[in-house]
């Protein structure tokens, strides 16, 4: 649709920014959507653990703390949910996936991370993805703590793929020899979600 995309590009145009940020069919938004399958999920910070499990040398459990005082990265990035909305600079700060390496070390035959949340939501990206610079376990955003809506206390972010790949209330990461389909990628989204290719839907 070149006249939605023309517009759209004029919006980001008259916003300042650079039209080139928005991918095709998306549409910028100066709020922050909060999109999710069932209800917020009110997590205990006490008893809120991260399990990283699977195909690791070393099962790790993390409590908040415990993520909290390993090695800090803060990114500047902009966000794109398959619903068409791109969000511009999103703040967050987090641990990457090289701190947790250090910690779990994969092995050989992990080439996937299945990321596992609250209430049995999951979905899966390579660990290619996971190891990008861009690519955090996050627990603030825009410099204040994660907002429970947002998927606070912890949730991933990886923002290169759609947002339906950065799961948020986020409980635990497996490591996975094969690929396994999560929540939305077993109803038809696509498995691989580069929103610079349109990876929609999976037909
Ligand atoms: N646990 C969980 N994480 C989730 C979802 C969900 O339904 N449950 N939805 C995903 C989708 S489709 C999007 S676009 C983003 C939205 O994040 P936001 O509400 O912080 O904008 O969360 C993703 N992570
Ligand atoms: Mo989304």
């Known amino acids: 649709m ?14 300042g ?8 069919g998306q549409y910028l938004t100066e709020k922050w959507p909060i999109l999710h399958a069932g209800e917020v999920a009110h997590v205990d910070l006490a008893t809120w653990r991260l399990r990283i499990f699977g195909e690791v040398e070393t099962e790790v459990t993390l409590d908040y703390e415990q993520l909290r005082a390993l090695p800090a990265t ?26 947790l390496a ?9 080439h996937f991370v299945i990321e ?20 955090l376990i996050a627990y603030e955003a825009d410099g204040e703590p994660l907002p429970v809506e947002h998927g606070g206390p912890v949730r991933a972010v990886v ?26 990628e077993r109803y038809g989204y696509n498995n ?4 610079w290719k349109e990876e929609r839907y999976a037909f």
């Open 116 to 135: 596992h949340a609250e209430a049995g939501y999951t979905t899966n990206v390579p660990l290619a993805a996971f190891e990008q610079e861009s690519s």
């Open 74 to 99: 803060e990114i500047t990035t902009d966000i794109h949910c398959v619903t068409r909305w791109s969000r511009f600079d999103a703040g967050f700060k987090g641990v990457r996936w090289s701190e």
């Open 192 to 195: 691989d979600a580069d929103p």
């Open 2 to 15: 070149p006249l939605f995309r023309s517009k759209a590009e004029a919006k980001v145009r008259d916003a």
């Open 102 to 110: 250090k910690l779990c070390r994969p092995k050989p035959s992990a």
């Open 17 to 24: 920014y650079d039209p080139a940020r928005l991918p095709p």
């Open 159 to 184: 923002p290169h793929l759609y947002f339906w790949k950065s799961a948020k209330w986020l409980n635990g990461l497996e490591l996975a020899a094969a690929d396994r389909p999560g929540f939305w």
